[in-house]
Nanobody, 126 residues
Framework: VQLVESGGGQVQPGRSLRLSCAASGTALDYYAITWFRQATGKEREGVSC????????YYKDSVKGRFTMSRNDAKNTVYLEMNSLKPEDTAVYYC????????????????????WGQGTQVTVSS
């Protein structure tokens, strides 16, 4: 199983970015697919999660209304559309997958995930 993130970059506050996470080696139907981020000097935190079996989606409170997670099954890819970006969104963003039945609503516990991508840097700065 391999996860490859892309789409990061440097943008000004208020602008948008779309991150992609392309999965290979497995379908995503029975996984929880989650975006985590880690800012310099801070702990990794969950940003958004989608359950592959029923599309239930969760968001960290600070990104609700600004970030949207979606998927394209034909491409085996999930996306994180990030709008109205703020400097505090600056971090390395990772996608991860784990057993959806084992994760359930505890989607932001990173120890529950089995596979991780390499990360993509998002920098929000004027």
């Amino acid at each position: 199983v391999q996860l490859v993130e892309s789409g990061g970059g440097q943008v000004q506050p208020g602008r948008s970015l779309r991150l992609s996470c392309a999965a290979s080696g497995t379908a995503l139907d029975y996984y929880a697919i989650t975006w985590f981020r880690q800012a310099t000097g801070k702990e990794r935190e969950g940003v958004s999660c989608m359950h592959g079996n029923d599309d239930t989606t969760y968001y960290k409170d600070s990104v609700k209304g600004r970030f949207t997670m979606s998927r394209n099954d034909a491409k085996n890819t999930v996306y994180l559309e990030m709008n109205s970006l703020k400097p505090e969104d600056t971090a390395v963003y990772y996608c991860a997958i784990g057993d959806v039945y084992g994760i359930g609503s505890t989607w932001d516990v990173d120890a529950l995930y089995d596979y991780w991508g390499q990360g993509t840097q998002v920098t929000v700065s004027s």
